[in-house]
């Protein structure tokens, strides 16, 4: 991620040009600056954004905006975080210009940049006010610069976004999917989503790869879900 910012709790310090350390400045901080006083559940940081989970599932975002990345339906940056929603919100994620909340009930919300389909919301437009792209059944959701995924309760992966280097295995090989597409049928339990690759982690205590892997010079596509060799 080439974010230039670190929130810890409830302290922030480093870049603040848009204001994403949420201390109502835009001065840069090399020390940690009390930001919010008590009830940070969990912080999630794009590049120049951020968002906050509060207790009682409360969600407030800082910072850039210019993909409405915020949540705000706005499009003006913000140097205090601002509340976006009251309640609900399970986990929160954010990379890049994109934001992605799992909800009490399972589903899950997107905002932000989509320029490669990430936000699974049918076209590649940007979404400046939180939409539902799951209506339930998630249990896990991980956000990269270009896709999405998450875990369904059935063990099933899905997700959307830039399929150019098979990081969403052979349902889309090259091009972009728009909506969420299903990866994987059943198994699987956890996953970790990087730039250009992602790892899987089934319910057999198995770990499969997706997406580019890359050795010295060499460059391997991998598109479908691929067990390491012992």
Known sequence: RQRQMC??????????????????????????????????????????HALIQMEGGRLLSVGNNGYGQLGDDKDE???TPVEVLSSDVSVVEARGNSSMLLMEDGSVMVVGDNAYGQ???GNAEGVRDFVQVYSEGVSVIDLGARNHLVVR???SLWG????ATGILGE?????????????????????SLGAEHS???????????MG??????????ISEPTRPER
């Open 7 to 48: 929130i810890r709790d409830r302290y922030a310090m480093g870049a603040n040009e848009f204001g994403q350390l949420g201390d109502g400045t835009t001065v840069d901080r090399a020390r940690f600056e009390q930001i919010i006083p008590y009830g940070v559940v969990d912080v999630a940081v794009g590049d120049f």
């Open 153 to 155: 309760q059935d063990g």
């Open 77 to 79: 940056h913000r140097s």
């Open 199 to 209: 790892l899987i982690l089934l319910g057999t205590s198995e770990v499969l790869g």
């Open 171 to 191: 349902s889309v090989l090259g091009g972009n999917a728009l909506s969420p597409v299903e990866i994987i049928e059943d198994g699987v339990v956890d996953l």
């Open 119 to 121: 936000l699974g919301v």
């Open 160 to 163: 959307s976004g830039s399929a």
């Open 212 to 221: 580019m892997s890359s050795r010295g010079l060499s460059l391997i596509h």
